[in-house]
């Protein structure tokens, strides 16, 4: 694959000088790494129907992997909500000390499986990309004086917003139709474009996200690169290897693998989740909603601390980034 070392010398030396937390890092090329990360046995075999056999060697791109995770994870995992930024938003015309239950389904695609209430308060948390207070063109979510859905609740017109002290904007203000409830008559009678995620503060439960990616910034660590960036094209086999190896003609690179590493693989935020989470067992995958597939940490992961590993993201995030340098 690309974007990955195999030889043995080289994961030694990523474990050894701790660029990375051990053999069962969700970021190394191992089965105890792979299921960490929440890579699943239907994901490799679909990757593997895609790709075919070949009695020659050759690249296989990382993205072939990640796409067939998904599409195994969006038949298998639970639909879940995340803030992964959160933002306060206050509901000015909804009554204080109020509360109620909004129903979201636990699979969009499997009715059968149910729904699971989502607790709805006068004070939310939403993503803080979600609102912007000079909106581009084409900006569809929270702005001032614009009107957003919020999923599974009500439709919302942000009003004004609270700053502190070094201009940053710390809760945003709205009012709510009640005549717009999701689900009820008429709901759908108001059309927005915007539709956005929430969850109750009084009811969030605070996680810790591992925001995992690709070890490598390059698709071939270490390999010949000349002044614009681009990987030579060279020979397949001899790609990952440098004297040493276990094959006794390997060639010398002439970079350290080392100088490719990401240094945004990893990513440790304190995020907030839907109470339903808190039941989450070890090595449960689920989807959070506008965000990717996650895995509760069959290390870390408790019901007193929650913990979830970004498996992959919803979209490949890599291809754009790519076509533009």
């Given at each position: ?256 693998f080392i100088d490719d590493l990401n240094a ?62």
């Open positions: 694959f690309t974007y990955v070392v195999l030889s043995k010398r080289k994961l030694i030396e990523l474990v050894e000088k701790k660029f990375v937390d051990g053999w069962d890092d969700p970021r190394m090329p191992t089965i105890v790494g792979a299921r960490r990360r929440g890579f699943t046995p239907e994901g490799f075999r679909l990757a593997a129907e895609r790709t075919g056999v070949s009695k020659s060697d050759s690249w296989i791109d990382i993205s072939v992997l990640e796409d067939a995770m998904r599409e195994d994870l969006n038949t298998s995992a639970l639909r879940r909500i995340a803030v992964l930024d959160p933002l306060n938003l206050v509901i000015d015309n909804y009554p204080d000390a109020a509360h109620e239950e909004c129903y979201a389904p636990n699979h969009p695609q499997k009715p059968e499986l149910g729904k699971r209430a989502l607790p709805f308060s006068r004070e939310l948390w939403v993503e803080r990309d979600d609102f912007s207070e000079n909106p581009p063109k084409g900006y569809f979510r929270l702005a001032p004086g614009a009107e957003v859905r919020l999923r599974y609740a009500y439709i919302v017109r942000c009003t004004h917003v609270d700053k502190g002290a070094s201009g940053n904007v710390i809760a945003v203000h709205c009012t709510y139709d009640p005549a717009t409830r999701s689900g009820t008559p008429g709901a759908d009678a108001r059309k927005v474009k915007g539709n956005i995620h929430w969850l109750s503060i009084a009811h969030a439960v605070p996680a810790e996200v591992r925001l995992y990616d690709r070890l490598f910034a390059v698709a071939y660590p270490g390999a010949r690169t000349p002044a614009d960036g681009r990987s030579e094209a060279i020979e397949p086999a001899r790609a990952f290897v440098v004297a040493g190896d276990d094959d006794p003609t390997a060639e010398v690179a002439e970079r350290d945004a693989s990893k990513r440790v935020i304190t995020a907030q989740v839907e109470p339903a989470l808190v039941a989450a067992l070890p090595e449960e995958r689920v989807q959070f909603e506008r965000h990717g597939y996650f895995v509760a940490d069959i290390v870390d992961h408790s019901a007193r601390h929650p913990v979830f590993n970004r498996t992959v993201t919803l979209k490949d995030s890599w291809t754009k980034a790519t076509a533009t340098t």
